[in-house]
């Protein structure tokens, strides 16, 4: 299993040539992150992983993607968000409201780090 310390070690970071390129990362490792777990939501909510033959005939699927935007600490990013044939997908990670359109980076970023460190192909 790897540590945060491997994924940020000292020749990854020697990569960035200056504090911009190290923001512009971290900007594309938050969209990425939250759309990740948001698919993983909806495969949670479906019940099947994308393209599982389970997922066949069940009554409800994946039915694309929309567009949200998202103010975080890096700025306004915008995610795709994925959606159900059944409308009944309600993501946690981010919610269906104005209001909640911040997220807490810090449990967004652990959570990407625990899914890179203890995935099936860790």
């Not at 945060?4 to 490792?29: T, V």
């Not at 997922?55 to 600490?73: D, E, H, Y």
């Not at 946690?92 to 780090?113: K, P, T």
Request: hydrophobic content about 35%; overall charge negative.
């Amino acid at each position: 299993m790897m540590s945060k310390e491997d994924i940020l070690n000292a020749e990854f970071l020697k990569l960035f040539k200056d504090s911009g390129e190290f923001a512009s990362f971290m900007e594309e490792l938050y969209v990425r992150g939250t759309e990740k777990m948001l698919e993983g939501e909806l495969d949670a909510h479906l019940g099947y992983e994308k393209y599982s033959a389970e997922g066949r005939n069940t009554g409800n699927s994946r039915n694309g993607k929309t567009s949200k935007k998202l103010k975080s600490k890096y700025g306004e990013v915008e995610i795709e968000v994925p959606r159900d044939r059944a409308g009944s997908f309600e993501p946690v990670v981010v919610r269906n409201c104005w209001a909640c359109g911040f997220l807490n980076q810090r449990a967004l970023l652990s959570g990407w780090v625990y899914l890179l460190t203890s995935g099936p192909e860790a």
